[in-house]
């Protein structure tokens, strides 16, 4: 349960950090999205704030659908040994302890060390199970959602960070929300973060973008982006 008031805020009684009600509510939202991506499977919340009372449920992509009505009761995960395409099976083992070590990281609001324990992950599970496993694929997602916190920072990295999560989804036959959110958040990162700040690496980084935005359907981004790496 999300908590937010105007001078404060808690996610299940872990207090939330920001400047205002906006970037306590992202805060809550970031660690909602790492402790589903964690363990593997949709969470459905209700958040309080100041204006009203909203139900919604967060994917392991960090999809969020606002719910018309009360949210009904939490989807179950199906068991560990789930097929491999099943999309929300949850870690096992020795990555599932990973993975709450990656949320109680994000939980603290430590982006950089959640990104590091994500990438960990990534790379164990690509190891472990295939680039394409259901479980690395959302762990890469999960790996660019943190760089995407540290854009300002970094942009060359989360815009690599990306452009690869939405072509590896699209790939891999991965829920399409999320491909998508991947691919867009790569297009703003590389338009007003990389562009300005390193034109040459963005211009290295356009005709992949171009590639991703292209087999997604987003030909007008992909135009706009050609047009501004020839500039």
Known sequence: MITLTRTGGDLDGTPLTGADTD???????????????????????????????????????????TLPAPSPAPVTAPPAD???DDWHAPLDGAHREAGQ????????????TAAALAQRLYQDL??????????????LTCWSWHALHQ????????TDLLIRTARLRHAAGAPPEDTQRAALNAY???????LPADP??????????VD?????GHDDRARSVLELASQ
């Not at 070590?101 to 950089?112: K, V």
């Open 23 to 65: 970037a306590r509510r992202h805060a809550a939202l970031a660690l909602l999205h790492t402790r589903a991506a964690a363990e593997g499977r949709t969470l459905t919340i209700t958040a309080y704030d100041p204006d009203a009372t909203w139900h919604m449920t967060m994917t392991p992509g960090g999809a969020v659908t």
């Open 101 to 112: 070590r990656l949320t109680a990281a994000a939980r603290a609001g430590d982006h950089a």
């Open 200 to 209: 040459e690496t963005a211009r290295e980084d356009a005709s992949r973008l």
């Open 126 to 139: 690509t190891t472990a199970r295939g680039p394409a496993h259901p479980h690395a694929v959302q762990m």
């Open 151 to 158: 854009a300002a920072a970094d942009p060359v990295e989360a």
């Open 212 to 216: 991703v935005l292209e087999s997604l």
């Open 188 to 194: 703003v990162v590389w338009r007003t973060l990389l």
């Open 82 to 84: 789930a097929a491999p």
